[in-house]
């Protein structure tokens, strides 16, 4: 079992020009056991979804700038 992170972003959909990023944390099989990973997780162990500070120059920066929003997340999350 290994944790999963799926990010997303949607781009300039805030006022301000600013993005929103979104992400999903969750416990699911290693990629290489040939089960579908969405249909066999353990629950959300952490969801977030928050306004970027920084206003992004395109909808590929805005999805680079959600994963490592995500990674960092990770990186701080409860115990």
């Given at each position: 079992?290994?944790?999963?992170?799926h990010s997303d972003a949607s781009y300039q959909?805030?006022?301000?020009a600013r993005s929103r990023a979104?992400?999903?944390h969750f416990l699911g099989p290693k990629p290489n056991d040939k089960v579908d990973i969405l249909t066999?997780?353990?629950?959300?162990?952490?969801?977030?979804c928050r306004i970027m500070k920084?206003?992004?120059g395109s909808a590929?920066?805005?999805e680079i700038?959600?994963?490592?929003?995500m990674g960092q997340?990770?990186?701080t999350a409860p115990k």
């Open positions: 079992m290994i944790l999963h992170i959909s805030e006022p301000g979104g992400g999903h066999h997780n353990n629950g959300a162990i952490n969801t977030i920084n206003v992004m590929a920066e805005a700038a959600a994963e490592a929003e997340c990770t990186k």
